[in-house]
Every structure is written in structure tokens, then in C-alpha cells.
């Protein structure tokens, strides 16, 4: 399987001149890589960033219609864009977004064909596998295992976010495996098995590798060390 990895830029940087000249040189040290590479910058970027996989940040559920300030997965999969991340931690904390409000996005992403990316994971006060169960299973709700097989999940520890405390590689396995079991009962071992499932959380260039030597790591999602392109392509190359 090859490997998914995955920059969430966030809400930067703040200009379009900033943005393509961070996607260009990423381009450039990314294009003799192994590694699948996805940019997910800000919804506004999207028309101006050319010659990489592309990725959204967030999605509506709806296709269109009177929603003020929304983005459909219709006008996305219009830009080319093939991954949607959906209840990134921050989205799910500050726009107070809920298990159902994902469940919807996920499937109107996979209804217009798109990848999603679901993020999942448990803050320093809460039960590791509670969590991961209850959001997989609320946010997979009432979707088929047909679909649910393009599905990629990224384990995402709250604490390890942006705090630069990742998670040991011994940590992110049983957490893999809890949600490989939770997939399981959901669906069934294939599907649990065709899923693929990322880790994100203070990822750098220093640490990367050894997540990435391990056969259930399918791959990063990358936040703040994927703002500094000679980082990143760091990463990607696994130098
Ligand atoms: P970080 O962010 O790499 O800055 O911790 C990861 C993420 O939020 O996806």
C-alpha cells in the first residue's frame, strides 16, 4: 500500500502569494517521492494550486443551496480536489461539530466521490477506546461497507496536537489496532483491513520515519511542520 502523507495547512498562511510559493517549493522537493502527497490548504487557495494531490480542510453536508458561508462537496470535487478532511479535532472543539454533523459530511463526501479523512481521537481526560469507538461508530453510521472501504481514518490524539508531545509509536499501535477492532465489529476484518489509517499529532521530520516503518502506519497528517516546505519535503522522503 503506498503511503498517504498529508498536509494540513490550517488557516495559513495568510496570503495567496505565500500559499503558492509554499506549494510550489513542496512540488518541486516532493516530485521524485514514493509517497502519495495531499495539501489541504484553506478552501480559498484551492483555484491557485496546481501539479499535487488536493485536499479540504472541512465540507457541508448539502450540495448546494441556502447555506451562507458554506462549501459543498460538489463545488470541491469541481476543483479537483479528492480528500475532505471531516471532524478534525479542531473543527469538532471550536465549530462545536458533533458525531451526527460528521456522519452527515461523510456521507456527502463519499456521495460525490470524494476521499475523506476522518479524524478521531481522545483529549487527556477521556477513555482512549470510548472515544475511538463512539466516533467511529456514530460517525460511521448507516454507511456501507462498499463505502466505507475508501474511508481513511487519522488517529489524532487531542494532546498531541500542535503541543509538540507526539504520540510514541507503541501508543499509536494499540490505538490502531482499537480502531481496527472498532471497524471490525462495525463492518468486518476486510473492511477493517482495506481501511487506511494515518497518525497525526507533532509529527516532524525527525520523528516521521519511524512512524512510517511501521506496517500498520499507512501514513501523516501533517500540520504545523508541513507550513515549512523544506520540512515537509523532509518528511515525504523520509530523510
Ligand atoms: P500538528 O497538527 O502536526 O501541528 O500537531 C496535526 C493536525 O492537526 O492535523
Known sequence: M??????NWKMNPSSQKEAVALFNAVKKGVAKAKNEVVICPPFIYLPFLKGLTLGAQN???????????????LMLKDLKVKYVIVGHSESRRVLQETDEIIN?????VLEAGLK???CVGENENQEKSQVIETQ?????????????KSIIVAYEPIWAIGTGKNCSIEETMTSILMIKSALTKLYS???AN?????????VDS????SYLAENFIDGLLIGGASLNAKEFVKIVSGT
Not at 467511529?136 to 466505507?148: C, V
Not at 525527525?206 to 520515519?209: G, I, L
Open 189 to 191: 476484518r476486510v473492511v
Open 194 to 202: 482495506r481501511v487506511k489509517i494515518l497518525y497525526g499529532g507533532s
Open 116 to 118: 475523506p479523512i476522518l
Open 2 to 7: 503506498k503511503t498517504l502523507i498529508v498536509a
Open 136 to 148: 467511529l461508530q456514530e460517525g460511521l453510521q448507516g454507511i456501507s461497507s462498499a463505502k466505507a
Open 59 to 73: 465540507v457541508f453536508s448539502k450540495e448546494k443551496g441556502a447555506f451562507t458561508g458554506e462549501i459543498s462537496p
Open 206 to 209: 525527525k520523528d516521521a520515519s
Open 104 to 108: 452527515k459530511k461523510l456521507k456527502a
